[in-house]
């Protein structure tokens, strides 16, 4: 290990204009053709994890958030109902001289559809983290210096939100945690340590390399919480991203930043210093809820990870189904 990752000369360190002062992308820039290809090589037997959460109404979801809701919005049996109604509106799909009245959906076909809306916030099951999600300061900025009077807006920010990440295709590492703790989950206030990474790394005799995406497992148990608190800490964070390059971090807890049994964090004073560190300082994106015991189970500390976000302009987040692919 190359230094102690525990002081706090990250809050005055960035990778803010190194890719440019318009930059929007943060360290998802450094995936090339030859990081992609890389990564395709490491599919041998074309088996394919899924690392997605299943959303459904009812679900556990953090407080801070709405809730999720489903809701039909319209029933070949609902759309049928109106056609005795008249009208030509165009809810009314089957009614004379609409689109499938009797003339262009013959008996014989019968054609209907079902539709559905689904209100949820983005940060729920599975979900990553865009770069404008977490502000500090007092003219609360985000990745590159972008603040909130100049660059939000009615409907969300308008810089670094989940319609400029791009594709993400990369070699992907799972550092069991867990297993290295010699336990079937992390206690509920277990912190992780820079150290507690290289150690986990050398026990699973895994390189750690630049543009990485690297998941940790902690051990949770979706949808039932049975670790509490457990995650990340900043020294944790750092040495991910400063020593071993990480471009992309995630866990299968809810929330990547670990506490203390007190509600205290590795920074004191600090509500979120690993979303602060990686997401605002360092550009680096977070996955949360990621699944990972399947992969855990078969020792799958190496595969293609592939990632791709709905493009959905000002959102700060997206839940998504990540693949592992070996």
Same mark, same amino acid.
């Given at each position: 290990?190359?230094?102690?990752?525990?002081?706090?000369?990250?809050?005055?360190?960035?990778?803010?204009?190194?890719?440019?002062?318009?930059?929007?992308?943060?360290?998802?820039?450094?995936?090339?053709?030859?990081?992609?290809?890389?990564?395709?090589?490491?599919?041998?037997?074309?088996?394919?994890?899924?690392?997605?959460?299943?959303?459904?109404?009812?679900?556990?979801?953090?407080?801070?958030?709405?809730?999720?809701?489903?809701?039909?919005?319209?029933?070949?049996?609902?759309?049928?109902?109106?056609?005795?109604?008249?009208?030509?509106?165009?809810?009314?799909w089957y009614g004379q001289g609409n689109w499938m009245d009797e003339e262009?959906?013959?008996?014989?076909?019968?054609?209907?559809?079902?539709?559905?809306?689904?209100?949820?916030?983005?940060?729920?099951?599975?979900?990553?983290?865009?770069?404008?999600?977490?502000?500090?300061?007092?003219?609360?900025?985000?990745?590159?210096?972008?603040?909130?009077?100049?660059? !939000? /807006?009615?409907?969300? *920010?308008?810089?670094?939100?989940?319609?400029?990440?791009?594709? &993400? $295709?990369?070699? %992907? +590492?799972?550092?069991?945690?867990?297993?290295?703790?010699?336990?079937?989950?992390?206690?509920?206030?277990?912190?992780?340590?820079?150290?507690?990474?290289?150690?986990?790394?050398?026990?699973?005799?895994?390189?750690?390399?630049?543009?990485?995406?690297?998941?940790?497992?902690?051990?949770?148990?979706?949808?039932?919480?049975?670790?509490?608190?457990?995650?990340?800490?900043?020294?944790?964070?750092?040495?991910?991203?400063?020593?071993?390059?990480?471009?992309?971090?995630?866990?299968?807890?809810?929330?990547?930043?670990?506490?203390?049994?007190? !509600? /205290?964090?590795?920074? *004191?004073?600090?509500?979120?210093?690993?979303?602060?560190?990686? &997401? $605002?300082?360092? %550009? +680096?994106?977070?996955?949360?809820?990621?699944?990972?015991?399947?992969?855990?189970?078969?020792?799958?500390?190496?595969?293609?990870?592939?990632?791709?976000?709905?493009?959905?302009?000002?959102?700060?987040?997206?839940?998504?189904?990540?693949?592992?692919?070996?």
């Amino acid at each position: 290990m190359k230094k102690d990752y525990n002081d706090k000369t990250w809050l005055n360190e960035n990778s803010w204009g190194v890719y440019g002062q318009d930059d929007e992308r943060g360290k998802a820039n450094e995936i090339d053709a030859a990081s992609v290809l890389g990564a395709f090589s490491l599919v041998r037997r074309g088996k394919v994890y899924d690392l997605g959460t299943e959303l459904f109404k009812g679900m556990d979801i953090w407080n801070g958030h709405c809730g999720y809701e489903i809701v039909g919005y319209a029933s070949t049996y609902g759309r049928e109902r109106l056609k005795s109604t008249g009208g030509d509106d165009g809810v009314n799909w089957y009614g004379q001289g609409n689109w499938m009245d009797e003339e262009n959906n013959l008996p014989e076909y019968h054609m209907g559809c079902n539709t559905e809306m689904v209100v949820a916030p983005m940060h729920i099951g599975t979900h990553i983290d865009a770069l404008c999600h977490w502000t500090t300061g007092e003219d609360n900025h985000w990745y590159n210096g972008y603040c909130d009077a100049q660059h !939000g /807006s009615g409907f969300g *920010p308008v810089k670094c939100d989940v319609a400029k990440i791009p594709p &993400l $295709i990369m070699r %992907g +590492v799972l550092l069991d945690m867990a297993a290295y703790k010699g336990a079937e989950h992390l206690p509920g206030d277990y912190i992780i340590t820079a150290e507690d990474c290289e150690g986990c790394a050398k026990r699973q005799n895994i390189e750690l390399r630049p543009k990485d995406a690297v998941l940790i497992r902690c051990g949770e148990s979706w949808p039932k919480s049975r670790c509490g608190g457990a995650g990340l800490g900043i020294s944790a964070a750092r040495y991910l991203v400063e020593e071993c390059g990480a471009i992309l971090v995630g866990d299968d807890m809810a929330c990547l930043d670990g506490q203390n049994a007190d !509600g /205290s964090t590795s920074v *004191p004073g600090h509500p979120q210093p690993v979303h602060h560190y990686l &997401l $605002i300082q360092q %550009g +680096v994106h977070i996955l949360e809820y990621v699944q990972l015991e399947e992969l855990a189970k078969d020792k799958i500390y190496e595969f293609c990870f592939i990632c791709s976000p709905a493009k959905v302009r000002y959102a700060t987040g997206m839940f998504l189904r990540p693949l592992a692919i070996v």
